[in-house]
């Protein structure tokens, strides 16, 4: 992948992961990573619209799933795909630092992506503390 196209990616995603959202200041020690959406082992191509800004913890619990268990149904789910899904129509930022999944596919990615994890949680409420958002 060329540095141009990870220029794109970066710009596009505003330099948040677009999973949770978090923004690359708040990882100084770690780059995000450009992660195919659907995996190279799936036929997944290097091609923008396959390309997502993710933090290592996303793209950590990512890896290649391109589904998972709805944890409310149970039901196999596909995961949350930032170039065709809109952000605000699956999930929602709670006052205590949590992400809410709002639809099959927004409660699949939280869970998934462990989304809500301790440090996660912790870090969302410092940054609306300060006014950072």
């Known amino acids: 992948m060329d540095e141009e196209t990870k220029r794109l990616v970066r710009a596009r995603a505003n330099q948040r992961c677009e999973y949770c959202r978090i923004h690359q200041s708040i990882y100084p020690d770690f780059t995000f990573h450009i ?3 659907v995996a190279k082992q799936h036929g997944g191509r290097d091609e923008v619209d396959n390309l997502a800004l ?7 619990k990512k890896g290649p799933n ?3 268990l ?9 995961l949350f795909h930032p170039r065709t899904d809109r952000w605000i129509e699956h999930f929602r930022d709670a006052e ?4 809410v999944g709002l639809t099959d596919v927004g409660r ?3 869970r998934l992506l462990d989304m809500n994890s301790e440090i996660r949680t912790r ?3 410092e940054i609306r503390r300060l006014g950072e958002e």
């Open 35 to 37: 992660e195919h959406i």
């Open 54 to 60: 993710s933090c290592h913890l996303c793209n950590s």
């Open 66 to 68: 391109l589904s998972s």
């Open 70 to 78: 709805d944890p409310d149904s149970g039901l196999l789910m596909r």
């Open 96 to 99: 205590d630092g949590r992400i």
């Open 108 to 110: 699949t990615a939280v």
């Open 123 to 125: 870090i969302r409420r």
